[in-house]
């Protein structure tokens, strides 16, 4: 094996003077990724000042806010219209601003990313500047940032309908629509992340990486990648259930660790036969929905801490890169401060500020298993082929 290039691994190439005539059109996608990082964060603030039903109509294009006392009082006259307000009728004028003004800054930031996608986009196009075989995917991220804002519409319409008037529960949107609504924008992340990634990271190393691997390298490493994904995969179930616990309010009760109302499993709450069907519960229970939520959470801690300690010991260690080896340590502890943050929301009741960054949290640590996999492509399917293609192809001019 060659440990020179073992040990170099694939650093980002990030200029064309460097050799990466990619790396403008990288950037920019992680740039659009950073974007839409912060406009999770202000949805999750948006939704944990139950600011998201203070808007009660969608533009398209969006519009200003409301500038002079009349035009407010316009506004908040038709939120009274609302089933939501029937719940606040003590709400001030200066407190319905401040509850408008997180929503309306939410939208605004959407459609903000979405000019920062669509207009370099264009340039890049027109320039030939977009690497071959890279158009479906800008083609797709185009269409779900569209498609996020008619979803966020969807959900914020399953608050506002008048079957919700007579709700004695605080009225909240739908789990389930906001629950698509996460997915969309975590999909979208994952997938400006991914492809800015590749064209910071050239492939042209990979293969002169895995060719310097033994068989029992690539077998061993394989292993990692694997979990790799695994823990990725859970990271980003774990963080969808966490949108159930939040579209059901169910932070705020059992709060408590690691039991619940004293037990490990509290059977007798988890099924509540007035929801039906009963497989329902798994997504309305609260008790149900908030167990899940620890358990997923728990399985993925304990899966990062599996993966880090036989990754990082001295049979594995040094078959990573150091890409591999520093994402690993990054993944790690990310994963122990999400539990962290996630058992403080519980035991304190939702604070504002913890439940943020609980939520940005999960971002954080799905950003580092994604970047895991990513920094581990010189073992993956394609590569490995590839290889045996080319010794397969020296093989039979050797015999000619």
């Given at each position: 094996?060659?440990?020179?290039?073992?040990?170099?691994?694939?650093?980002?190439?990030?200029?064309?003077?460097?050799?990466?005539?990619?790396?403008?059109?990288?950037?920019?996608?992680?740039?659009?990724?950073?974007?839409?990082?912060?406009?999770?964060?202000?949805?999750?603030?948006?939704?944990?000042?139950?600011?998201?039903?203070?808007?009660?109509d969608w533009k398209p294009l969006g519009s200003l806010p409301p500038r002079s006392d009349s035009e407010w009082t316009v506004e908040f006259d038709r939120y009274k219209q609302y089933p939501e307000?029937?719940?606040?009728?003590?709400?001030?004028?200066?407190?319905?601003?401040?509850?408008?003004?997180?929503?309306?800054?939410?939208?605004?930031?959407?459609?903000?990313?979405?000019?920062?996608?669509?207009?370099?986009?264009?340039?890049?196009?027109?320039?030939?500047?977009?690497?071959?075989?890279?158009?479906?995917?800008?083609?797709?991220?185009?269409?779900?940032?569209?498609?996020?804002?008619?979803?966020?519409?969807?959900?914020?319409?399953?608050?506002?309908?008048?079957?919700?008037?007579?709700?004695?529960?605080?009225?909240?949107?739908?789990?389930?629509?906001?629950?698509?609504?996460?997915?969309?924008?975590?999909?979208?992340?994952?997938l400006l992340l991914w492809t800015g990634l590749d064209l910071l990271h050239p492939s042209s190393r990979l293969k002169s990486i895995a060719s310097s691997l033994s068989k029992d390298a690539i077998?061993?490493?394989?292993?990692?990648?694997?979990?790799?994904?695994?823990?990725?995969?859970?990271?980003?179930?774990?963080?969808?259930?966490?949108?159930?616990?939040?579209?059901?309010?169910?932070?705020?009760?059992?709060?408590?660790?690691?039991?619940?109302?004293?037990?490990?499993?509290?059977?007798?709450?988890?099924?509540?036969?007035?929801?039906?069907?009963?497989?329902?519960?798994?997504?309305?229970?609260?008790?149900?929905?908030?167990?899940?939520?620890?358990?997923?959470?728990?399985?993925?801690?304990?899966?990062?801490?599996?993966?880090?300690?036989?990754?990082?010991?001295?049979?594995?260690?040094?078959?990573?890169?150091?890409?591999?080896?520093?994402?690993i340590i990054v993944m790690t502890t990310a994963g122990i401060g999400q539990v962290c943050l996630g058992i403080s929301t519980l035991l304190l009741y939702v604070p504002i500020n913890i439940a943020?960054?609980?939520?940005?949290?999960?971002?954080?640590?799905?950003?580092?298993?994604?970047?895991?996999?990513?920094?581990?492509?010189?073992?993956?399917?394609?590569?490995?082929?590839?290889?045996?293609?080319?010794?397969?192809?020296?093989?039979?001019?050797?015999?000619?």
């Amino acid at each position: 094996m060659s440990a020179s290039v073992l040990q170099r691994g694939l650093p980002m190439i990030t200029s064309a003077v460097a050799g990466n005539q990619h790396a403008a059109v990288a950037k920019w996608l992680l740039g659009c990724s950073g974007v839409v990082a912060g406009i999770v964060h202000v949805g999750g603030v948006t939704r944990l000042t139950k600011s998201g039903l203070s808007m009660t109509d969608w533009k398209p294009l969006g519009s200003l806010p409301p500038r002079s006392d009349s035009e407010w009082t316009v506004e908040f006259d038709r939120y009274k219209q609302y089933p939501e307000f029937q719940q606040r009728q003590s709400m001030t004028l200066d407190e319905f601003k401040y509850i408008y003004f997180w929503e309306w800054g939410h939208r605004m930031l959407g459609r903000f990313v979405g000019v920062c996608f669509a207009a370099p986009l264009t340039y890049f196009a027109v320039k030939n500047k977009i690497p071959k075989g890279y158009y479906p995917r800008m083609f797709t991220l185009l269409t779900m940032g569209g498609t996020q804002g008619l979803i966020g519409w969807w959900m914020v319409k399953s608050g506002l309908g008048e079957d919700r008037r007579g709700d004695r529960k605080e009225i909240r949107v739908s789990p389930y629509r906001l629950a698509t609504h996460l997915t969309m924008a975590f999909s979208t992340y994952s997938l400006l992340l991914w492809t800015g990634l590749d064209l910071l990271h050239p492939s042209s190393r990979l293969k002169s990486i895995a060719s310097s691997l033994s068989k029992d390298a690539i077998r061993k490493l394989r292993y990692i990648r694997s979990g790799s994904i695994g823990v990725t995969t859970l990271t980003a179930i774990t963080a969808i259930s966490g949108a159930f616990v939040a579209g059901n309010d169910a932070g705020n009760a059992y709060n408590t660790f690691p039991l619940m109302a004293d037990q490990w499993i509290p059977w007798d709450d988890m099924i509540d036969e007035s929801i039906q069907p009963l497989y329902r519960n798994i997504f309305e229970n609260t008790a149900t929905v908030q167990w899940d939520h620890r358990a997923l959470a728990i399985t993925t801690a304990s899966s990062i801490l599996g993966l880090s300690t036989m990754a990082l010991s001295k049979n594995f260690s040094h078959l990573l890169t150091p890409q591999a080896r520093r994402g690993i340590i990054v993944m790690t502890t990310a994963g122990i401060g999400q539990v962290c943050l996630g058992i403080s929301t519980l035991l304190l009741y939702v604070p504002i500020n913890i439940a943020a960054a609980h939520q940005l949290g999960s971002l954080a640590l799905l950003s580092s298993g994604l970047y895991v996999v990513h920094s581990l492509r010189y073992v993956s399917p394609r590569v490995i082929q590839s290889i045996s293609k080319s010794s397969a192809m020296k093989d039979v001019a050797n015999i000619l």
